[in-house]
């Protein structure tokens, strides 16, 4: 069925103040009046200036592709097409649909996943010179050529496939949500996660670490603590420090749940780390175990940034080539949990191997007690 669009100015009942410019929607004998973000004086109805004129050009091109896109879908109702387009995000392009789509994210607590889908936006945005694309000109050309892009400008071969992944998500859901039609514009474009060097320091520096005097340094000395937890934690990732709560707590155990896989992990409580709780229980919040979150900022990624860059200053006080970041402490505990003679089995899939599955196979058969063990050996650190 067709939509009829018509341009209505409605007058402001206030005198001398401008008025604004509608859309009037038909569809189906239906009437929808939509506000735009235009306003104007009566006089220059007949006459809008110029950028009036460029913007209202502009929104009625993108919500007559919207229309276009829902009638390929199927039928629709008026107030289902204008709700779409107040939203500004099924409109048929694509920029406006990542920041629905994050936005979803964020509301759902997935904030890392948010966070990449707005740097791949940013990404493909400076490919595409600020311009934004419709969702049905994205094609496979289209996505080899960007795929060269990155690579000409030397971006590592994991961070293409990160922005690939987003954007192949994002497409997909528009796919989904019969707002494109699928041309799988990201066959042969590089997906998957190319091994990469790891990021282990060797034990003497996890010694000049620990034994580092940061009396006068309140919040770097919080820092290395935080390190050292998550190395003596078997590589706790910093997330999963964060939430930690006192009632993770259990009979010498801290048992808890990884936020990337769900998997219950319980690690015995070593001197070590009940010596880094009990320095800091009148710190945390609330009943979190840990003072990582503050009543101000409970955002685990920004939280996350301003450890890194504490450990990027406690490295460059130990002259270190490369610097710390909370990453190193779990592939440390797996390189020197393989130096040790540790099994392979015992060593998880999140330190760095890469078949999780049979990882924690062995883990449970091997028992709770040989994990301990070989936990308490590694982080001896004599």
Known sequence: ??????????????????????????HNRKIKLMRTRFH???????????????????????????????????????????????????NGYLFPFIDYIVKDLTNNNRRKTAS????????????????????????NDLMRKYESHLKTAGVMKNTISCYMRALRSVYNQAVKRGLAIQKNPFASIFTRIDKTVKRAVNEEVIIRLKTMDLSTHNELELTRDLFMFSFYMRGMSFVDM????????????????????????????????????????????DDYLLPIYTAQNRDNTSQLRNHNKRLKRISEMLKLEKPLSSYVS?????????????????????????????????????????????????????
């Open 116 to 139: 990449i889908c707005v740097t791949a936006k940013k990404s493909f945005e400076r490919f595409l010179c600020g311009q934004d694309i419709l969702l049905d000109n994205i094609d």
């Open 1 to 26: 069925m067709n939509t009829s669009i018509k341009l209505k100015f409605i007058s402001s009942k206030v005198k001398g103040k401008e008025g604004v410019i509608c859309l009037q929607l038909i």
């Open 40 to 90: 104007l004086h009566p006089h220059e109805w007949k006459n809008p200036p110029e950028h009036i004129k460029t913007g209202m050009e502009t929104e009625l091109k993108q919500i007559v592709d919207l229309i276009r896109l829902l009638g390929m879908r199927g039928d629709y109702t008026v107030e289902e097409l204008a709700n779409l387009y107040a939203n500004n995000s099924f």
């Open 330 to 382: 779990r592939h440390t505990w797996a390189t020197l949990a393989l130096r040790k003679g540790v099994p392979v089995e015992v060593i998880s899939e999140s330190m760095g191997h890469e078949n999780e599955t049979t990882t924690r196979i062995y883990l449970a058969s091997l028992g709770q007690s040989v994990v301990d063990k070989a936990n308490a050996e590694i982080i001896k650190l004599k």
């Open 242 to 285: 964060a939430n930690l709560r006192k009632s993770n707590v259990k009979n010498d155990y801290i048992i808890y749940a990884r936020s990337k896989t769900k998997q219950t992990l319980t690690v015995k409580i070593e001197d070590c780390m009940q010596e880094i709780i009990t320095r800091y229980e009148q710190q945390a919040i």
